[in-house]
């Protein structure tokens, strides 16, 4: 049955985010909410060093702010249940902080939620903002469109964990364990293992500095395939329930061929990036739960 309105948690964790956080913060007071949306609260799961806190702080009389401060680092899975468990609305916006919102990323990743009691997760599209790109970036931005394009065509790898939406009383029945490494495809598995659906919302646009330097390009797709292999043995009933991550090669093909033909300079990076990436050194202590942040992505967004 339809309410008269519905209530809405902002969560964000944040670790050192003071290059980033106010951006991210002033795209939800820009938010347009339709008059039975509301934001009842902005959750901070904060583990900074720097004035990250300060800052949140001075953004009290503009959002509800509830801001959770640790003096040591809690790692991103301690924040996500941390949000999760103290969300006091129907619904709950995860984002990370060194990210913008476009104006209707809110009411675009809430509304499917609000009409279809079967959807337990939306996901957001995760579009590079970048003023010039160096070579490394429009590699990067490719393939960011190129992975937009598999979700909105293939309906698969459907959920990216930047920006999502979620129900919370669905999240409270989750809980990450520690040493996951690969949140995304461990909550969409769970949402489903729950009897919910997961989809992507195309137009929910939410905005973020792609890396600049291999490092950083690199590092996240190691911990993901790590992650991944992880979850395996952790569930591997789950992998042969839901087949998430299969797709069909033809289809994969087909798609990248197509987005080649429409950036063959950033396809040519990218693929040329991939290659690298299977030989670039990087320490078995840098894939871990508590792992270095990448540094090219936290700068100043545009306004």
Known sequence: ?????????????????KNTITFLLDSIIKQTLPKHLIIKEVIVSDCSKDETPMLV???KDKLPIRLFHHSSRMGLNYAINEIFQNASSDFIIYVNADTKLHSQCITRLILPLVNRPSLGLTSANMVPLVKSCNLIQKGCTFG????SDIRKNLGKLVFHGRAF?????????????????????F???????RG?????IHDAICYYIPPSSIRDFVLPNRIYSAGLKQLHLYKPEWFKKYELTRLFDKDLFRIY?????????????????????M??????????????QAKTTKVPLLR
């Open 187 to 193: 909550l969409c598995y769970a949402c489903f293992d």
């Open 144 to 147: 960011a469109f190129l992975l």
């Open 165 to 185: 939406a979620i129900r919370s009383t669905l999240a409270k029945k989750i809980k990450i364990p520690s040493n996951v490494m690969d949140q995304d495809t």
């Open 196 to 200: 919910f659906a997961c989809e992507y």
């Open 57 to 59: 702080e001075r953004y």
């Open 1 to 17: 049955m339809l309410k008269n309105f519905y209530t809405i948690s902002v969560g964000i964790p944040t670790y050192n985010e």
């Open 279 to 292: 030989f670039y050194p990087i320490k078995n202590s840098d894939v871990a739960v508590l792992k270095p």
């Open 257 to 277: 061929m197509r987005n080649m033909f429409h950036d063959p300079i950033g396809g040519f990076i990218w693929t040329s990036l991939k290659i690298v990436e």
